[in-house]
């Protein structure tokens, strides 16, 4: 049997692989129109970039088929606080980062506290933190094959969800769908995100929001069962080919369910889980091919340094960029040196990928640093 070390690396360079794409894609150059690639889809239909978010939720699931071994040793109480105590901490730090830096600037100019009821309260973080705590609660204290069920569930309950409790005729649009009416219902338009836009203005609209947490949920149980299978059946050609069958399985199902429930990122449909698990299943299966079979790991270690601290890798990536531009408001400093650096070298699309690859680094090399010192920070 191999070392537990070993049997980390694939799944370390998986969820390097999304961290790192990750950032590219959320950090743009601001002052020119980045690839289409490396933007999500508008509404309906699917890019590159959509896989990313996903990827990460399956990536925490697969990271718990091996954390959660642990639970069997610890009685109930120490489960259920190990739990809620990670869901909490990663929902609370997604809420500060949204509410950071804390103040602004008034009309007049005067620094002023910001106020917390225009902030956003679910996000990225929150999602993850959400799906962490409900799939561990399920695996846990759920047959396997109560999990399965109750997974084919959530995806056929949200579809029904959508068309019963939607605007009729409008049940998929970004303002008509159950999500909407549930999310501004629950935490009201000031707390949505507002990023979105619809007829030229900008749309209170929360893709995070609280109903398609529900299907986004799967992601995590997928990579849990994915983990737990090549755990159980190791890491031959065997495991790699069912990798592939059902990942490709997944995906046709997919395209297949497309034609009535458009494949989403934004609403998170249930074909859209199906098609990006699907994804991610066959893409485990490469790099368990190429990793494991061929032994292929030198070029590993870059992507390694993002997947053994990705959660912290993550907040930086997300906070520099506004410390930066705080630091220097006279001219926004991170669109300034895109417009007067990397636009000048390469105008339009690759000036901005220049700029979001530039930035990833950056981030890259905090993570060398903590790795280099053997830190990892873990909440």
Request: proline share 4%; net charge positive.
């Amino acid at each position: 049997m191999k070392p537990l070390t070993e049997r980390f690396l694939s799944l370390d360079v998986f969820r390097g692989m999304t961290l790192c794409f990750m950032i590219i894609v959320n950090s743009p150059g601001r002052g020119a129109i980045p690839f289409g690639i490396l933007e999500h889809a508008a509404w309906h239909g699917f890019t590159p970039t959509d896989l990313v978010f996903p990827s990460f939720l399956f990536a925490v699931g697969n990271a718990m088929s091996f954390s959660m071994k642990r639970f069997s040793q610890m009685d109930n109480s120490q489960v259920l606080l190990k739990i809620f105590k990670r869901t909490f901490l990663i929902f609370l730090i997604g809420f500060l980062i949204y509410w950071f830096p804390f103040f602004k600037h008034d009309n007049q100019g005067h620094i002023i506290f910001a106020d917390i009821i225009n902030t956003r309260i679910l996000g990225v973080l929150q999602r993850i933190a959400l799906c962490f705590g409900i799939a561990s609660l399920m695996i846990h204290y759920l047959s396997g094959k109560t999990v399965i069920w109750m997974s084919v569930l959530f995806l056929v309950g949200y579809w029904i969800c959508l068309l019963v409790f939607g605007d009729p005729g409008a049940e998929l649009t970004m303002t008509g769908n159950a999500g909407y009416y549930l999310d501004k219902f629950v935490m009201g338009t000031s707390h949505l995100y507002h990023g979105d836009f619809m007829n030229g203005k900008h749309v209170a609209f929360d893709p995070e929001g609280i109903l398609s947490t529900i299907p986004s949920i799967v992601n995590v149980i997928i990579g849990y069962f994915a983990g737990k299978f090549i755990q159980e059946k190791g890491k031959g050609y065997e495991s790699i080919a069912k990798l592939f069958l059902l990942g490709s399985l997944f995906v046709l199902i997919a395209i297949c369910w497309n034609a009535v429930l458009p494949i989403n990122k934004k609403l998170w449909t249930s074909s859209f889980v199906l098609v990006t698990t699907g994804l991610d299943l066959m893409i485990i299966g490469a790099l368990l091919y190429i990793i494991e079979v061929k032994q292929s790991t030198k070029w590993t270690k870059f992507f390694v340094v993002f997947g053994k601290n990705p959660l912290f890798i993550y907040i930086v990536s997300d906070l520099l960029l506004i410390i930066i531009d705080l630091l220097f408001p006279q001219f926004h400093f991170s669109k300034w040196i895109n417009v007067n650096f990397f636009q000048v070298i390469a105008p339009g699309p690759i000036g901005s990928l220049l700029f979001a690859i530039s930035f990833m680094l950056v981030c890259w090399l905090v993570g060398y640093v903590l790795d280099r010192r053997k830190i990892y920070i873990k909440v």
